[in-house]
């Protein structure tokens, strides 16, 4: 049981696969007993699994509240607060996740489509999850202030060809989270961005459109993390004493530069 967790509310976007997932059953892993979790994304049957399978892991000490959330629909972020129960609303910690990728094309041939929807959910997502979320952090003087955790990515760092909107809404989301940290600086509130490279989950099956044999061959040479392994990353960054930020942290395979 971590002390460090007792009593705390945290939110997941993108919680119903890959890192969002793994990461809420690691949050609940590290404390069994009186954590309080809201598990959002868009496909609601598997939270409730999600909720299930925390459940049978650790028993019924965590409370764990699926949510049907689109973050990328301004209505369901701008009603995201108000529509939580009032005991999970004190929210300690955010766990920007939600996010994809579209399609493998040159920047002339993307789809319009595609670029609105990675912006609208990698971009103005992860902006409307923050502002949503922040007042409730500011408010708050009694204990601790809060957490947000970004979910970038190395393509946010280095950009790279077939890519370039992605890597554009993983770089917004770096500078983003950089300033956000310096307009903070004053407060306990702790601006944290982990950027994996690449990871096994359905990313790869949805960038290519549902094209799982696509996906699977993008793996073929190498040995990816696992969401696993950028999940322990994201609970160790919420862990440190409250005077040391993981501010910015890059998680890669070994055979990945
Ligand atoms: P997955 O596809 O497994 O998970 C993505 C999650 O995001 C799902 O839970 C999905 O839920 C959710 N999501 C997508 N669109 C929306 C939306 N509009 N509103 C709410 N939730 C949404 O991929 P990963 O776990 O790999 O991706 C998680 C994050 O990690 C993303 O930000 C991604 O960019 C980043 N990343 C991934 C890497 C990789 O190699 N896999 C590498 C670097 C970064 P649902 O569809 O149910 O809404």
């Known amino acids: 049981m971590a002390e460090w967790l ?15 997932r793994s990461t809420a059953i690691e949050f ?47 209505a369901d972020v701008a009603g995201f607060l108000d529509g939580l129960p009032a005991e999970f609303r004190d929210i300690d910690i955010l766990v920007n996740n939600a996010g994809l ?10 789809a319009m489509d595609d670029v609105r929807l990675m912006l609208d959910t990698n971009v103005h997502g992860l902006i409307g999850m923050t502002q949503a979320v922040l007042p409730v952090m500011l408010a708050r003087s009694t204990h601790g202030a809060g957490d947000i955790i970004n979910v970038g990515s190395i393509a946010g760092r280095e950009p790279y060809a077939g890519a370039s909107v992605y890597c554009a809404t993983k770089a917004a989301t770096k500078s983003f989270t ?80």
Request: proline share 5%; with cysteine.
């Open 28 to 74: 609940a892993r590290t404390s069994p007993r009186d954590l309080k979790l809201v598990i959002t994304a868009r496909r609601v049957d598997r939270l409730k699994q999600l909720a299930e399978d925390i459940k049978n892991l650790v028993g019924d000490g965590v409370q764990v509240l699926p949510v049907k959330l689109d973050v990328s629909n301004p």
């Open 178 to 257: 950089q300033a956000l940290r310096q307009e903070l600086v004053a407060s306990r509130i702790r601006i944290i961005e982990i950027d994996p490279g690449q990871v096994k989950t359905e990313f790869s099956e949805h960038r290519y459109y549902g094209d799982k044999s696509k996906a699977e061959a993008g793996y073929a040479d190498c040995e990816p993390l696992t969401a696993e392994d950028v999940a322990e990353l994201i609970v160790f960054a919420a862990g440190r004493r409250e005077n040391v930020v993981v501010a910015d942290t890059l998680i890669l395979p070994n055979h990945q530069f």
């Open 6 to 20: 007792a009593g705390k509310t945290i939110v997941v976007t993108g919680a119903s696969s890959g890192i969002g």
């Open 101 to 110: 990728g579209r399609g493998v094309a040159r920047a002339p041939d993307i």
